[in-house]
């Protein structure tokens, strides 16, 4: 009894998820551009609004759109009492998700049930007491080709989309842009090897009772608790993005459920993911990796914009957009970028150090 308890139990846990994938889809998409209040149209009404220097906006761009406050839900992050997967933006994403709702959930279902009333049908029909002489059949032919070929079958038919599904996934068709995704005990730095190599640091955003008196802390517009982060990744909306991965530290994982791939970030080794995400949107995630004692506190938030945002962004970072030739020359780019470089203390090490992330790694 209880084995057939424990299959109930399976075959409902397995399929709720499918049910809980409908009403995620209803859900509005936020425009690509910041609400009004999140940026002001005029100076003036720059001006009148007093900015809050405690506690500035994620990424302050209202020239360029990125930084988009956020609605109250929307996909790219958990839901409430959600199950299943999260709704996909990528094609992989779409293909994966439908692999397993469509094809090996009913399957699972389909299979739990036909077990179960097979133990049903044998504790029933078979029991003591309505079958008192028992069969002594020790061989049936006909019925152990079936039950070798049938899973066989099963097994091929699982294969098959199994293949087509890892061979897109690690087959990145021609990057239109490369970031540098590194793990760090315990946030992200990502780094944009193709727009002058400039580095950005995302760290997750405390709450409110939890930072120091004007330092900077979460609100609902930055993302929901525990996953938002000062600095987002951008990307543009409808390019291959490839994701070269590492870490400074210990092993760490980078994951964005609705993008669907996930890789692990090992130090001294560059592991590649790829993404083509066709809706533009705020997509969070987390380290999926147990790295260490703040492991549960370095999320990863992924701002998808139009290219043209995109490249205004990168301009407003410092970085150059591709295609565009260097405004300067590579070692004083990104000393642009960084404010502090020009200092007079600052520029005496400049020399010896490497100016980027990126010549770092080209000098190793
Ligand atoms: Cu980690």
């Avoid at 940026?39 to 360029?64: L, R």
């Avoid at 061989?139 to 066989?152: K, Y």
């Avoid at 193709?194 to 930055?222: A, C, H, M, W, Y």
């Avoid at 780019?333 to 005496?348: D, F, G, H, V």
Wanted: glycine share 6%; aromatic share 8%.
């Amino acid at each position: 009894m209880k084995l057939i308890a424990w299959a109930i139990a399976l075959a409902a846990a397995g399929l709720s998820p499918a049910a809980a994938q409908t009403p995620q889809a209803a859900q509005p998409q936020p425009a690509v551009t910041a609400p009004a209040s999140a940026q002001p149209q005029s100076p003036e009404a720059a001006a009148a609004s007093t900015p809050d220097k405690a506690n500035p906006p994620a990424v302050t761009t209202s020239e360029t759109g990125v930084g988009q406050a956020l609605p109250e839900a929307q996909i790219g992050m958990p839901v409430k009492a959600g199950t299943g997967l999260q709704e996909q933006v990528t094609d992989v994403g779409r293909f994966a998700a439908g692999f397993h709702n469509n094809w090996l959930l009913l399957l699972c279902v389909a299979i739990s049930l036909f077990v179960l009333g097979l133990l049903g049908f044998t504790m029933l029909r078979f029991r003591r007491g309505a079958n008192p002489t028992p069969s002594r059949t020790s061989h049936n032919t006909a019925l152990e080709v079936v039950w070798t070929l049938v899973p066989v079958l099963i097994l091929v038919a699982i294969a098959i989309p199994s293949m087509r599904l890892l061979k897109t996934q690690y087959t990145p068709p021609p990057a239109d842009l490369t970031v540098k995704v590194t793990g760090n005990q315990w946030f992200w730095t990502y780094s944009y090897p193709d727009n002058g190599g400039f580095e950005i640091v995302s760290n997750q955003l405390k709450e409110q009772r939890d930072v120091k008196p004007g330092e900077r802390f979460r609100t609902d517009k930055d993302g929901p608790p525990m996953l938002a982060v000062d600095e987002r990744m951008v990307i543009p909306a409808g390019k291959v993005v490839k994701f070269l991965v590492t870490s400074n530290d210990v092993i760490h994982a980078f994951w964005v459920p609705a993008f669907w791939s996930k890789i692990d970030a090992n130090p001294g080794q560059v592991n590649q993911i790829w993404v083509k995400v066709d809706r533009p949107g705020v997509y969070f995630g987390q380290c999926t990796e147990l790295c260490g004692a703040r492991h549960g506190y370095m999320p990863t938030a992924v701002e998808v914009v139009s290219p043209e945002q995109f490249d205004a962004w990168i301009v407003s970072k410092g970085g150059t957009p591709k295609g565009a030739r260097p405004a300067a020359t590579p070692a004083a780019a990104p000393a642009a970028a960084e404010p502090a470089a020009a200092t007079p203390a600052a520029a005496t090490t400049a020399e010896a150090q490497p100016a980027t992330n990126q010549a770092a790694t080209a000098q190793n």
